[in-house]
């Protein structure tokens, strides 16, 4: 049994005003990057950060030491840090709450990140949409600056270190790196073909290195810490540390938590989020932003073979298995950015289905055909199912058309389309069938559970 | 007549210029400044962003095309946002656009007939643990329900935008789990109470040992 963990990464959530840098010092801020860059070695943190087998923690789950690990600096090179809070991944809402009630954090991260990888200027791409966010972190650099924590000399060493702030303007793929890095430059944020990838030609056609807000927010902890010990406190091997956990939807207590990686969507439900909504059973749960393919809690975890990694969750449910990237990749999902959409056995999820893929139609960059036409398509096709106008064959063209859109584009929005749209047609088979048996429009709502509170009866 | 930026902001522009190898970069900073400004991109402020960084007019208008938050056509004096992706929908998102629509006379993508709000559709606005949500200007307001919402459309109307925004805003939020039964380890009680105008639920205590059951054999 592992000892309630001390909170980390939202340690300072709860100090009154814990964005100011009076404040937020009181409370250890930037003695570690004080410590980091005036006693230590840039390979020796670079080290620390390889050791805590940190996962990136903007979705796609990658090792953020290896990351840094690509960096080959040229003649004449200039390395960038770019901080991802695009945050725009539905049900993902993890990332604004450590720029607002923690930016210095974040600042923070950033300095000892630039140190470790040799770079002198971080951009923190934030959505437009985060006007309060940005206002937070401007001021909060400003007065690191003021302090001596930016600027030629940080902490009066020899490595000038700038952090600016850069306001996207409504456009979720802009999340996805290289879009970023367009937008970053000026241009359309559309993504590029990789590769080259950033860490060789990334923004202003530099090495450049792309982390999430969270990932490069853990690094003051993991530095003072130790790379070992940071990753020993997951639940998980080869993917370290504590995490910020999400839930959202048909919940008690929707909202952050922040635990060790490795809990399981039970957990998390029953234990953090305080159980279903009006204690209604749980139908399906979206585990780490709308992307990564549905959970069913009916289904059993089939690995029977000892070889299986899941094999010790065999015959347990979907939801009994421990939230990781590699445990949530052999369960056929994904952890994404650890962020559950909950739903309660009220939810259709024909129209729960249509409500995602006219997000991703509405946010395809057109670029790609498969992915233009294909989203467009499955659109009209789930329009036709919730609307009572749908054939039987359409739950096949729904597999069809998301077949034909993976593996097929410049960026991987397609895969993330494709991949929950095959997770649902899978797991919720049957009522996809009942839709299109259905002649008449159902005039479904998600909401039933909750409409009685919101509007105030309940 | 040409579109020019206030001193005050063509000195911001200064500043963003200084941030950035390239020129261009500053491109989304400017249009930014200037649809502060102006409250729109109107013709004018796209010429003039082109020959402040000398760019064609195509080019700056394509990126203004590209992204939602920029704004090619004038809007009402608030811009309302109502976020109708799944977690605010699974909330009563649906609900909240009706409320909307009724009480300012328009449907989303239009204008009141006053042209003091534009109702637009939002997709997911990174708020969904507080749904559901509407984001007015540059403010969100988080854990509605219809009444609450009233209040807010209200308080715009009769206050104005920042007086509503005091009252009732939020950023963005964490809270522990309810302790149940299970002990005292909340720490809601003791964290310091925030300031009036923020609406923050605080605590920062994951659950207690016993609700850990996880296997960790
Ligand atoms: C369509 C799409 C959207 C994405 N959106 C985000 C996002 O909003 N925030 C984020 O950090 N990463 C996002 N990513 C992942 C980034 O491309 C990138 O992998 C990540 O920022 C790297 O940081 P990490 O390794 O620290 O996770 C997105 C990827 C795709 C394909
Ligand atoms: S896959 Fe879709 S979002 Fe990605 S580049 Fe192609 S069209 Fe654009
Ligand atoms: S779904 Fe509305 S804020 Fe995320």
Known sequence: MSAPTKP???????????????NAERTGAYRIAREAL????????????????????????FPAGVKWGFLNKQEGEEIYLVINADESEPGTFKDRSIMDLDPHRLIEGAIISCFAIDAHVAYIYVRGELAVSIGRLEQAIADARQAGYLGERPFGIDHAIEVYVHSGAGAYICGEETALLNSLEGRRGEPRLKP????????????????????????????????????????????GGVRIYGVSGHVKNPGLYEAPVGITMRELIEDYAGGMLGDRPLKAVIPGGSSTPVLDPRRKV??????????????????????????????????????????DDTVNMVEACRNLMRFYKHESCGQCTPCREGCGWLVDVLDNLCEGRGKVADVALLVNISNNMMGNTICAFADGTAMPMLGMVQKFREEFMEAAARDVPEGVRHDESVLAMVEGRA | MAFALTPEREQQVEDVLTRYPERRAALLPILWLCQRQNGWISPDVVKYVAERLELSTSIVKGVVTFYTMFFDEPVGENVVWVCRTLSCDLRGGKAIQERLESKLGCKAGHSSSDGKFTLLKAECLAACGQAPMVQINDHYYENLDLELLDRIIDTHAAKGAEAAAAEFSTFASFHAPTDGDAGSRSSVSSAPPPPSREAVRVATQPPPPADEKGDES
């Not at chain 1, 980390?8 to 009076?22: D, F, N, P, V």
């Not at chain 1, 056609?205 to 020993?232: H, L, Q």
Request: hydrophobic share 40%; with cysteine.
């Open chain 1, 38 to 61: 005036t006693s230590r070695k840039p390979a020796d943190l670079k080290d620390e950060v390889k050791k805590a087998n940190i996962r990136g923690r903007g979705g796609a789950g």
């Open chain 1, 8 to 22: 980390l990464l939202t340690a300072r959530y709860g100090i009154s005003e814990s964005w100011k840098l009076a």
């Open chain 1, 302 to 343: 089939d690995a029977p073979a000892e070889a299986h990694p899941l094999h010790k969750w065999h015959g347990q449910s979907e939801i009994d298995v421990p939230m990781g990237v590699d445990t949530y990749r052999a369960l056929g999902t994904m952890l994404g950015t650890c962020c559950a959409i909950v739903m």
């Open chain 1, 196 to 239: 080259p990838f950033p860490a060789v030609k990334g923004a202003f056609g530099m090495p450049t290195i792309v982390n999430n807000v969270e990932t490069i927010a853990s690094v003051p902890d993991i530095v003072d810490m130790g790379g070992d010990a940071w990753s020993s406190l997951s639940r998980l091997p080869l993917d």
